[in-house]
């Protein structure tokens, strides 16, 4: 079956992208922010259970909402980067006070569906609908903005996700990593770009599957950071680093986090933005 969401366009035939004050690299980082339902049976990134209630897993991921998050945040801010939060919409209701500290650090929010104990995957048109527009009005009603990005819990779609997306006034999209560039979608109505995500760069697959120490994730940060640094020199380039609270939040892994934005930030050419700064950018240029 043919995509056709994007054509094939390969990165060395394209015109150059620049970024602003001349940077080789937009970074941007994500703390996926997530609220699990401890009545049902899956718990992200295919982490499933037979255990009802699993209080294991359910509790593992509870503590990065309960202490994880401040670390993240207390790093993030002594460096003075601003995060795009990719948001379960559930946490406006269970955590306000991570939004009420987030909005305070400047941080950007988009959507992540309800929870991460279900995903978009399979929805009927009618309910995925419903439950993109239910996330798109809770994050405005909880942050006092309209969220401009999304990431689909375990970046799932279905095949109307993006025009659902694009009806719904989203600007961006992070479930396609598939480019180090943003490109434009093609959707029925208004416009949608995908924005670089990255599942290597990415706590949850490099501990929880790959099962690398975080000195070993910090050595794949400023690896992937080197390389875009260095072909961003002629051919602009974006970086993410995904992150997850209960994972990187965690006492024996955040000075590693702390090490990592310290390297990024020893360099001249680097714009650390979110999401919604670099898709105006980059649509801008367009």
């Known amino acids: ?3 056709n969401r994007y054509p094939y366009s390969p990165i060395i035939s394209r015109k150059p992208l620049t970024w602003p004050n001349g940077a080789h690299v937009a970074v941007w980082v994500i703390p996926n922010i997530e609220w699990f339902d401890i009545g049902l049976r899956q718990f992200g990134a ?3 259970t037979e255990i009802v209630p699993d209080v294991r897993n359910y509790s593992q991921r509870d503590y990065g909402n309960r202490v994880g998050v401040w670390r993240i945040m207390e790093v993030l801010d002594k460096h003075e980067v601003r995060a795009t939060v990719a948001l379960n919409a ?3 209701d269970h ?3 991570i939004i009420t500290e987030a909005r305070k650090l400047g941080w950007e929010f988009m959507g992540h569906g309800l929870t991460n104990s279900w995903s978009l995957a399979n929805l009927p048109e009618d309910k995925e609908r419903e439950v993109i527009h239910q996330v798109v009005e809770k994050i405005t009603a909880s942050t006092g903005k309209k969220p401009e990005g999304w990431l689909g819990p375990g970046l799932q779609e279905t095949f109307n996700t993006p025009d659902i997306l694009a009806e719904e006034g989203i600007k961006y999209v992070a479930d396609w990593p598939c480019d180090d560039q943003p490109f434009e979608m093609k959707v029925k109505k208004g416009r949608l770009f995908s924005i670089p995500y990255s599942v290597g760069i ?3 697959p490099a501990f929880n599957a790959e099962h690398h120490t975080a000195s070993e994730f910090y050595e794949m940060i400023k690896d992937q950071f080197d390389a875009l640094y260095r072909e961003g020199a002629t051919q602009g380039r ?6 997850h609270p209960f994972l990187t939040g965690v006492p024996y892994r955040i000075r590693w986090l702390d090490k990592a934005i310290h390297y990024i930030k020893g360099h001249e050419k680097v714009w650390f933005a979110t999401g919604a700064e670099i898709i105006n950018w980059y649509s801008g240029q367009k």
């Open 1 to 3: 079956m043919e995509n």
């Open 46 to 48: 295919g982490t499933s």
């Open 90 to 92: 559930a946490i406006c």
């Open 95 to 97: 955590c306000p006070q």
């Open 202 to 204: 990415n706590d949850m």
């Open 238 to 243: 974006v970086m993410a680093i995904a992150l």
